[in-house]
């Protein structure tokens, strides 16, 4: 695949010692001819080359995520 990964942020992980969460841009996730989308990388240690656990989301579900999100921040 032609992917390449731009960097938009990157954090530590809360409750972890050395954990990060790595927000990125992926262009040509799945191909040439596939939108980019936004990459969210959980990283249990932060000097992994690759996160533990990794989801893609598109343009079209961020906003519907970011108020999920918000729902859930108020439950906890």
Excluded: C
């Excluded at 841009?25 to 690759?50: C, H, M, Q, T």
């Amino acid at each position: 695949m032609g992917d390449r990964a731009i960097e938009i942020d990157t954090f530590a992980l809360e409750g972890t010692r050395s954990g990060k969460i790595e927000v990125a841009k992926i262009v040509n996730p799945y191909g040439e001819e596939s939108e980019p989308v936004a990459s969210i990388g959980i990283f249990l240690d932060r000097y992994s080359e690759e996160p533990d656990w990794k989801v893609h989301i598109p343009k079209g579900n961020i906003d519907r995520l970011i108020e999920a999100l918000k729902k859930v921040k108020g439950q906890l």
